[in-house]
């Protein structure tokens, strides 16, 4: 973790140069502007970061001695889903040396997740169903389970094999050529380049998950190398002129003669400009160590100065996404996003530093396969999403995009029908349930309660709507329109995006555990009528979100299964057993699925759309009891929403420049906008 300085601590400033700003005696650089505006800008930029690290214009082109298979690696046994372990020495300049260690994925994806656990010298603290500990042992885990390999590497002064003395002294080592913050980063580069020279089978397009010095690191090496496609950094850094107290963190966050060339905004633009470079921060909302809305670290003098945490969060988040869209306008490449964890973070106290369930399962795996959907959508008459500037979008039929002028965060939800032609349902920058609708061309807007760590499902019956999301202790509730929530009583601790249907007699919740299981809460009687919710286990061994349907008296069910990268469908009329079915096997589909599904039910066929992990939609209809498959070529980014039209069903997708796009009978729509979910 970022801790109190333990070595050589920096020279207490009583006043600091221009353009500095003097916080807990530390001169921090204030790097609210962005300077990098233009594609020239991103190489000049780049390339005095690198030859201020290494003393070169390139990253170092060296590789590691691997040993395969090895026995003794940091965590306690093989995770599960684990081929073997091979171990990465690496040798760096004057004598520095590092080690690395590739758990490869016995039922593989193919694709490779950097993971670094920052200032820890351990990495087994346990895979509890809880949020106690660092998380990072339950993350690797995680990461193996979806099938990727996992190069863990360390930060300085904290591997594996040494005696966890740190790295406060690292900025006075010699070097011949570059400065020693290559020690932090060169590991890195060298486990990259042993992948690509050994690892053939494995892609070379590298995503990095970082908590805390990791994250910091993953930020930094971004900057630095294009090979990293997705970074997510975990609690790891904010810009310096927000930092105070606990969140100034060591030498290496603040070494002033490096962030002079490109401040953390500037490093977040250069680690997500690029062909399908995606940034994602993650910030806990409340926790005891670092860059949180947590006294300790969001002090008073700042709230004094500043005001709240989470409005300067949007706002440095909106100067970087203007700035990687002017870059590149107006077909923006390269995404940037702050999520913050809502997960225990409204109890009166902290929680702990670390890697939460809800931050691998509603948002990393997500991400990393695709499993976001971008809109929210129930024909083709309304669209709801997060624009550019962090606000509510919508897209009406006939009229375009207009702004609502809300702050919110992730995917909305609508429905149509209800008591005000159409409801939208969202986040709010704080994580409280919101309702939004016009009247006529007026926004009206009231909030439901509750924090909320997913985003929200609605559906419909006659005119009354249900909403359910969970909770930041990762139970299930449920609202109508009137303020007030409602815990679903049946509901264990759940993971990710539920899935919401109702019909005449009962609501349906379905959502993911832990262990990967469908879980199915069912409430006989439909608010106001009284009824208890009655728990259910589905099973199977699902990724992504679920997708369900309520088709007569049955309930559809439909999952992307782990194991097999298949689309499956579990049914069944209350209270009659589950029965699941293999789609991609019964419509002949060859191609694996990836991501989150979507279904609709229209001119009595069942239409479910998803994502095949080439990017193409994939389409699964059936008509009377038969289905097909077909796909459609194109390069989605996330998963495609399906809602009814006119004639069958059509879908919503977000294409990689991030505009939105609909897809039905008479082909492809560009709908514009631009769409930051």
Request: aromatic share 10%.
């Amino acid at each position: 973790m970022i801790h109190t300085l333990s070595g050589p601590l920096p020279v207490q400033a009583a006043s600091c140069p221009p353009g500095h700003i003097l916080r807990g005696g530390v001169c921090l650089r204030d790097d609210r502007t962005i300077r990098v505006v233009t594609p020239a800008d991103v190489a000049s930029v780049r390339a005095r970061l690198l030859t201020y690290v290494f003393g070169s214009s390139a990253v170092p082109s060296a590789t590691a001695t691997v040993t395969p298979n090895v026995a003794s690696h940091p965590l306690p046994a093989l995770p599960p889903n684990s081929a073997r372990v091979d171990r990465f020495d690496i040798v760096m300049m004057n004598g520095q040396t590092s080690v690395a260690y590739l758990y490869l994925a016995q039922r593989k994806n193919g694709s490779v997740v950097i993971y670094n656990p920052g200032h820890a010298c351990r990495i087994d603290d346990g895979v509890a169903n809880n949020d106690v500990g660092f998380g990072d042992q339950r993350t690797i885990e995680a990461l193996l389970f979806e099938g990727f390999a996992v190069l863990v590497t360390y930060m300085p002064g904290y591997e594996h094999t040494q005696d966890c003395t740190g790295h406060d002294n690292f900025r006075f080592l010699p070097v011949d050529s570059g400065h020693p913050l290559r020690f932090f980063l060169e590991p890195v580069a060298i486990g990259i380049n042993t992948l690509v020279a050994t690892y053939r089978e494995l892609r070379t397009e590298y995503a990095f998950v970082g908590l805390s010095g990791g994250g910091w690191t993953g930020t930094v090496y971004a900057a630095l190398d294009p090979r990293v496609k997705v970074t997510i950094s975990v609690a790891g850094t904010m810009p310096l002129y927000l930092r105070d107290g606990g969140s100034i963190g060591d030498w290496e966050q603040y070494e002033s003669s490096f962030y002079e060339i490109a401040g953390y905004p500037e490093l977040y633009v250069l680690g997500s400009y690029g062909n399908d470079r995606r940034h994602i921060q993650i910030l806990n909302r409340r926790e005891d160590c670092c860059v949180s809305s947590d006294p300790a670290q969001w002090t008073a003098s700042m709230q004094a100065a500043y005001g709240d945490w989470q409005d300067n969060v949007r706002e440095y988040e909106r100067s970087v996404r203007v700035t990687l869209y002017n870059l590149a306008a107006p077909n923006p490449s390269g995404f940037f996003r702050v999520e913050i964890d809502e997960a225990g973070g409204h109890t009166g106290v902290p929680r702990n530093h670390g890697i939460s369930r809800n931050a691998i399962h509603n948002i990393i795996i997500p991400e990393l396969r695709d499993g976001r959907r971008p809109v929210g959508a129930a024909s083709t008459n309304h669209v709801g999403a997060r624009g550019m500037d962090g606000n509510l979008y919508l897209w009406e039929a006939g009229v375009g995009w207009s702004t609502s002028g809300f702050p919110m965060t992730g995917v909305p939800a609508i429905v149509e029908g209800g008591p005000n032609g159409f409801d939208i349902l969202y986040r709010d920058a704080s994580g409280v349930l919101a309702h939004a609708w016009k009247t006529g061309r007026d926004w009206n807007r009231q909030f439901l309660g509750g924090h909320i760590m997913t985003d929200p499902v609605a559906v419909r019956y006659k005119t009354s709507v249900y909403v359910a999301a969970l909770g930041s202790d990762y139970r299930a509730y449920f609202w109508t329109l009137q303020p007030g929530y409602n815990l679903v009583s049946a509901s264990p601790e759940l993971v990710g995006q539920p899935a919401f249907t109702v019909d005449g007699e009962s609501l349906n919740l379905f959502a993911r555990d832990v262990q990967s299981r469908a879980i199915h809460v069912l409430r006989s009687g439909i608010p106001p009528t009284s009824g208890s919710w009655v728990l259910g286990i589905v099973g199977g061994q699902t990724t992504g979100f679920p997708a369900a349907a309520q088709v007569g008296t049955r309930t559809r069910l439909y999952v992307v299964g782990v194991n097999s990268n298949h689309l499956w469908e579990a049914t069944r009329g209350y209270p009659d057993p589950w029965i699941w079915t293999d789609l991609s096997s019964e419509s002949k589909s060859l191609a694996d699925v990836t991501g989150s599904p979507s279904v609709v039910v229209q001119d009595g066929g069942i239409h479910v759309d998803g994502r095949l992990t080439d990017g193409a939609l994939a389409q699964f209809t059936k008509s009377g009891s038969m289905w097909t498959f077909s796909s459609v070529a194109t390069t989605l980014s996330g998963s495609p929403v399906t809602v009814p039209a006119p004639t069958g069903a059509a879908t919503f997708v977000r294409g990689e420049s991030g505009k939105t796009w609909l897809h039905d009978a008479a082909g492809w729509r560009d709908l514009g906008g631009l769409i930051y979910p």
